[in-house]
């Protein structure tokens, strides 16, 4: 079985940067499009940004410039670099990964973190 861990949430204050990262463990082939969602309290769960196993990036409109996605698939880990952050990017930050294939080529699909908090306050 599959896990993603996130790991890098904290408090931070406004203008500042974190840094996020999600690792995949367990018998892994190959992983399809990863990315980074957030959940802020009384709201849906949204998705922040993604990037394909080619290592094409996609980002919602509000973190445009300000964050940047990434990935290793050496290591199965995906990263979020978090810049000029503001309050209204408090939440708990998740890591997805879309489709998985095993080693033993078994598919995966839809597998979250369990989550990371960031909350961004002076």
């Known amino acids: 079985q599959v896990q993603l861990v996130e790991s890098g949430g904290g408090l931070v204050q406004p203008g500042g940067s974190l840094r996020l990262s999600c690792a995949a463990s367990?018998?892994?082939?190959?992983?399809?499009?990863m990315g980074w969602y957030r959940q802020a309290p009384g709201k849906e769960r949204d998705l922040v940004a993604s990037i394909s196993s080619g290592g094409s990036p996609d980002y919602v409109d509000s973190v445009k410039g300000r964050f940047t996605i990434s990935r290793d698939n050496a290591k199965n880990t995906v990263y979020l670099q978090m810049n000029s952050l503001k309050p209204e990017d408090t939440a708990v930050y998740y890591c997805n990964a879309d489709r998985v294939i095993t080693a033993e080529r078994k598919w995966q699909f839809n597998v979250w973190g369990q989550g990371t908090q960031v909350t961004v306050s002076s």
């Open positions: 367990g018998s892994i082939f190959s992983i399809y499009v």
